[in-house]
């Protein structure tokens, strides 16, 4: 792998956890291109863990995203719909948060302080 920004390889990693009937996956590291994919196939098997889906995308422990990330929590978005679940977003700081007030991703997938307030929100009936 090459260095990345600090003579460091660039790393994402993903935690996945149930919390009631909420699914949390946690990111950290960098989300690009390289790790996407990842991304992808992990939001993927979060639609069928639970019925309707409820996800929470915790990016406390990210450190960067560029457009093909954004674009992978827009699909991620579009296929939860589908199935009738709902998305929420935990931890967005710094660029990250910047790039969804800009693209306007943020009036579309709720943004929380923390990973419990943003399970709250989807626990609640007809939001």
């Known amino acids: 792998m090459e260095p990345g920004r600090h003579g460091q390889p660039d790393t994402f990693s993903m935690l ?20 996407a994919s990842s991304l992808r196939a992990c939001l993927a098997e979060a639609v069928g863990l639970r019925t309707p889906p409820r996800i929470v995308i915790d990016a406390e422990g990210l450190k960067f995203c560029d457009s093909t990330g954004l674009s992978v929590l827009m699909g991620a978005l579009t296929a939860v719909g589908a199935v009738g679940g709902r998305l929420a977003l935990s931890g967005a700081h710094g660029r990250f948060a910047r790039m969804l007030r800009i ?17 709250a929100h989807l626990s609640k009936p007809g939001e």
Do not use: K, N, Q, Y
């Open 103 to 119: 693209t306007g991703l943020d009036t579309e997938l709720p943004i929380h302080d923390s990973v419990s307030a943003a399970a």
């Open 16 to 35: 996945t956890v149930l919390d009631e009937d909420v699914v949390v996956i946690r990111m950290f590291g960098d989300l690009d291109l390289a790790s």
